[in-house]
């Protein structure tokens, strides 16, 4: 007997704790959604600081945006992929020239790395690397010496997973949206 009251007692606290964590989602999730478009559109205009606004473009598995000068001309692509890192998911926005081929800037947006080496990709000197960073045919990531050629970064040193996931989801987000861009231009 002593056993089904136990087991009653844990079934409807478990019931209560999970109708509880339910609500607070529910109520929770449209504040972090607003929070995370209100961080996109601040890293749009810092990735691409010419920009006065912007348009989002339908790329599959890119959010892309296309940016636009005070004279509506367009200044190139703000660019948001992500994938892993060391530590989990590192999403990232790239400011990017009208014809793909350079980076103006990067803007980490969400990352799960460690504390003190992994988070060193949001610090300069490395986000520096990137501002005018030739991106054709892709960037490429060196260890151990400065860059010598203009698509090159150079790691950062305890940190070379986190450098290089930097660099593997900015090109795979440019291959993804050169290919969606010269499909959308025949």
Do not use: C, H
């Amino acid at each position: 007997m002593k056993v089904y009251k136990i087991i009653t007692t844990l079934s409807v606290i478990g019931l209560m704790s999970g109708g509880i964590l339910s609500q607070l989602s529910n109520w929770a999730s449209p504040l972090i959604e607003a929070n995370r478009k209100a961080e996109t559109e601040r890293a749009i205009f810092l990735v691409q600081p010419g920009g006065k606004s912007y348009e989002m473009i339908n790329v599959p598995g890119v959010e892309l945006f296309k940016v636009f000068d005070e004279n509506i001309a367009s200044i190139g692509y703000a660019m948001v992929y992500n994938g892993n890192g060391y530590g989990g998911n590192i999403r990232i926005m790239a400011g990017i020239s009208d014809d793909l081929k350079e980076v103006r800037a990067i803007e980490v947006l969400e990352l799960a790395e460690t504390p003190g080496l992994g988070t060193k990709i949001t610090e300069e000197p490395f986000t520096t690397q990137f501002k005018g960073l030739t991106a054709y045919p892709s960037i490429e990531l060196i260890k151990g010496a400065p860059p010598l050629k203009p698509n090159e970064v150079q790691s950062i040193t305890g940190a070379t997973i986190s450098a290089k996931a930097v660099v593997d989801i900015i090109n795979n987000g440019l291959r993804i949206v050169r290919n969606s861009v010269s499909e959308g231009s025949q």
